[in-house]
């Protein structure tokens, strides 16, 4: 089958590399998605493995149009009782660039009349449209007069986890802190920190790869458990084998640390419905009185971008966070997302590097500060000499 993997922007080759470990091929990249080729194991696989992708598709039919009658006859020719049942819930969503529609979510409306209509004529039944928890998910994909309809093989996006028992009031999503934690660069073997944790979503994705368990381990359900050809024990085959305890070798720590100890406590709860024990441990601490572990490692924040606090207050947060690295965290990675550009200033530190990501539709950058032991100069002295060779007798 082909299959398409929706993603975020700036997530694209973290999701390839996602997909080339669970044995997809034909992989190519496009923009927030990423096509391949698999069976039905992989495509249950990558349900609850993968952790950057937002939903998995299974396209299903592939058109060209000249206007809004004739989407309605090509949508008319689908057989969709293939697909569900009259008595199955159903709902479409998806994207529309094209400037034949007025409204982007019109030719939504017309796919659902075709389905609609599709069930009248044969059973003289309508089935019912869910928004909220359909059990068949259409999806529909327009680029001027291009369709592809698909079916939705996750059902609701695949960063609702099912362990979220409460949030602060602005949490990250779960792909976008899954990514930047593998756009860190975090080798899953040294400390990781997140000094503004809020209700953990960061600390707790970077838990679930250290510790080597699928992702979406605690969700229940997915959309494609109500397809005609859902098998439910290839499902369970794939499930049992999955990791669900964790690892007893851990010999690094995973800390996450937030002033709120209402969200603390919310980020404690978020993980009773994970089997993670005490992987992580999280803490009621000001960011300037958190000690680091000794040894290497990374620490990812994601501050305030300025929403709700004044931009003097803002850029003093900022400020402290740049001293905090500076005097606390030699020898680690610290890398910040913001969407705030002038509040990253106040940082006073030069990024090493700089991403562009997405949070919810905020254009972001994801920046790295190297904070390292000594003076800049010994640091790249050290660098040199680790990179030049010592010359080889040629006799042998």
Not at 282 to 301: A, M, S
Not at 358 to 365: A, E, H, K, P
Request: net charge positive.
């Amino acid at each position: 089958m082909k299959l398409v993997a929706k993603t975020l922007y700036g997530m694209e080759d973290v999701l390839i590399k996602e997909l080339t470990e669970l044995g997809a091929k034909n992989i190519e990249k496009g923009n927030r998605v990423v096509t391949y080729v698999g069976d039905k194991r992989l495509l249950y696989a990558s349900n609850l493995w993968l952790r950057t992708a937002i939903s998995v598709l299974l396209p299903i039919q592939n058109f060209r149009f000249r206007d809004e009658k004739d989407l309605y006859a090509q949508f008319a020719k689908i057989n969709f009782s293939e697909y569900m049942k009259v008595n199955q819930t159903f709902a479409v969503k998806g994207a529309v660039n094209s400037k034949l529609f007025n409204h982007t979510g019109y030719p939504r409306l017309v796919l659902k009349d075709a389905i609609a209509d599709h069930f009248r004529d044969k059973f003289d039944k309508r089935p019912s449209v869910d928004l909220e928890k359909p059990q068949i998910l259409f999806d529909i994909h327009i680029e001027e007069n291009q369709c592809t309809v698909s079916l939705n093989s996750s059902g609701a996006p695949l960063f609702q986890r099912g362990y979220r028992q409460g949030t602060g009031e602005a949490p990250i999503n779960e792909v976008v802190a899954a990514g930047l934690i593998y756009l860190s660069g975090w080798d899953q073997k040294s400390n990781f920190i997140d000094v503004t944790c809020g209700s953990g979503t960061i600390p707790i994705e970077a838990a679930l790869m250290a510790n080597g368990i699928p992702p979406n381990i605690a969700r229940k359900s997915y959309s494609f458990q109500y397809w005609y050809d859902y098998d439910q024990q290839l499902w369970e085959d794939i499930y049992s084998k999955a990791p669900n305890v964790p690892k007893r070798d851990l010999d690094f720590k995973i800390i996450g640390s937030d002033t709120d100890g209402d969200v603390i406590l919310k980020a404690r709860e978020n993980i009773k419905a994970l089997p993670l024990g005490k992987t992580i441990s999280f803490e009621v601490k000001e960011f300037n009185d958190q000690v680091c572990p000794e040894g290497k490692g990374i620490l990812i924040c994601n501050p305030p971008y300025g929403e709700r606090l004044q931009d003097e207050a803002l850029f003093d947060l900022y400020r402290d966070l740049g001293n905090f690295f500076k005097r606390k965290m030699k020898g680690y990675d610290c890398w910040v997302i913001s969407s705030n550009f002038d509040a990253f200033k106040n940082i006073e530190l030069k990024p090493a590097k700089k991403i562009q990501v997405y949070n919810g539709s905020l254009s972001c950058d994801f920046r790295k500060y190297e904070i390292f032991e000594g003076s800049l100069v010994e640091h790249k002295y050290g660098e040199q000499n680790q990179r030049r060779e010592p010359k080889r007798n040629k006799r042998s």
